[in-house]
């Protein structure tokens, strides 16, 4: 007699529900199966878990900087840069700005296509106070040229930086960038001889180095800009690999021993990657 099969595991329709912070999660339903994290008849794959996951634990870090932001009474604008799908915006929206019935979310993305898809699920969804630019993070202005949070899910390379760009241009009180694939330093290192080089000899080492040293360099930029930097584990990284967290928020225009930390971290290095341009001499 054959020994009987284990069942498959069904396709689990209800477990997202229960991790959905909303008292009513069936109205987010027809959202998430339009952004893909729900499957078409209302399930989680394993796919879709993930990206459920990785979105759902940065809206609850970002979460207390925008309830910060709706305490003063104002309209926060959240300009989400390089957002592709615009998973982010448009789940901050649904949780946060939509219930809150105050703030916006503008979304940048480069790919004209993916705007349109965009614009047109936010009508669908009743969004209306979502809005989305066709254009480079480097080419974008918003109007009155100010933000309240500037942020960046996994803008790859030198997109992060552009990103920090974005926010120093718009004068943002919060940034959180989550960066990916930073490749410029190690190029810049490739070859370079000094006191340290055996921290990057290696090119496996080199991309590794080059990745940590990179986003050491975005947090004192910022701490140099006067933003008090947290940098923390994003989500697990059975999730994702590229899961570090930069959370900046603004407490002073400027940071004097951050600049010096970063003067000297830089002269000790002996590269100096594009996003110094955002230092005055």
């Known amino acids: 007699m054959k020994p009987e099969r284990a069942a498959k595991p069904a396709k689990d329709k209800d477990s997202w529900q229960t991790l959905w912070p909303s008292q009513s999660p069936e109205k987010s339903q027809p959202l998430l199966q339009a952004l893909h994290i729900l499957t078409r008849d209302g399930a989680l794959n394993a796919d879709s878990r ?20 709706l305490k003063d009474g104002g309209e926060p604008v959240l300009a989400d840069v ?10 901050l929206y649904d949780l946060i700005l939509g219930p809150a019935g105050r703030g916006s979310v503008v979304g940048v993305e480069t790919r004209e ?6 614009r047109a699920l936010a009508a669908a ?4 106070r979502m809005q989305f630019i066709a254009a480079p993070i480097a080419d974008a202005n918003l109007a009155g040229g100010k933000t309240d949070m500037v942020t960046a899910l996994h803008a ?3 997109a992060t930086d552009d990103a920090i760009r974005f926010a120093l ?6 940034i959180a960038l989550v960066p990916c694939c ?35 360099i975005r947090g004192l930029v910022l701490e140099s800009h006067g933003y008090k930097v947290r940098v923390t584990e994003f989500t697990g990284l059975e999730h994702t690999m590229k899961n570090e967290l930069i959370l900046a928020e603004r407490h002073q225009r400027s940071n004097a021993q951050a600049r010096r930390e970063l ?13 110094l341009d955002v230092m005055t001499p």
């Open 50 to 69: 993930r990206k459920l996951t990785q979105v759902l634990h940065l809206t609850q870090l970002l979460r207390p900087a925008l309830e910060t932001l």
């Open 263 to 275: 003067d000297k971290l830089i002269e000790q290095i002996g590269v100096k990657p594009a996003l």
């Open 113 to 118: 296509q993916l705007v349109e898809t965009s």
């Open 156 to 158: 790859c390379d030198t």
């Open 82 to 91: 390089g957002a592709g799908k615009s998973y982010l915006g448009f789940i």
């Open 125 to 128: 969804a009743g969004f209306d």
């Open 182 to 216: 930073q490749a410029e330093v190690a190029r810049l290192l490739d070859g370079k001889d000094g006191a340290l080089r055996q921290l990057w000899r290696h090119p496996i080492q080199r991309r590794e180095f080059g990745a940590h040293v990179t986003n050491v």
């Open 169 to 174: 241009r718009h004068e943002a009180k919060v």
